[in-house]
């Protein structure tokens, strides 16, 4: 079992920056990928960045050269820098995390936090 508590977030106006975070508690050594996705109003819920112990990472169009996600080497937090931010960034970002075992894959999400961004 993997906890996650995300930190973070606000308002913010066009242009300006913002961070959020989080902390994962549990069976940290067990998360293979760790990453952010977000929730417009009336849309899905979509990948925002996300990294792994492979070295890999992604990002979405939207937040690539906008957005950096970043972790600790412990694998038990992790962060999303956000800058120029716009409106259409305007979501509820969830912290999520993956483990993999020799059976199954399992995944994780903290409870949300909202990003607001004015125009």
């Known amino acids: 079992q993997v906890q996650l508590v995300e930190s973070g977030g606000g308002l913010v106006q066009a242009g300006e920056s913002l961070n959020v975070s989080c902390t994962a508690s549990g069976s940290v050594t067990s998360i293979y990928a760790m990453g952010w996705y977000r929730q417009a109003p009336g849309k899905e819920r979509e990948l925002v960045a996300e990294t792994d112990r492979d070295g890999r990472t992604n990002y979405a169009l939207s937040a690539e050269g906008r957005f950096t996600i970043s972790r600790d080497n412990a694998w038990d937090m992790w962060s999303l820098r956000m800058l120029s931010l716009k409106p259409e960034d305007t979501a509820v970002y969830y912290c999520?995390?993956?483990?993999?075992?020799?059976?199954?894959?399992?995944?994780?999400w903290g409870q949300g936090t909202q990003v607001t961004v004015s125009s």
């Open positions: 999520h995390a993956r483990v993999i075992t020799v059976v199954a894959s399992y995944d994780y």
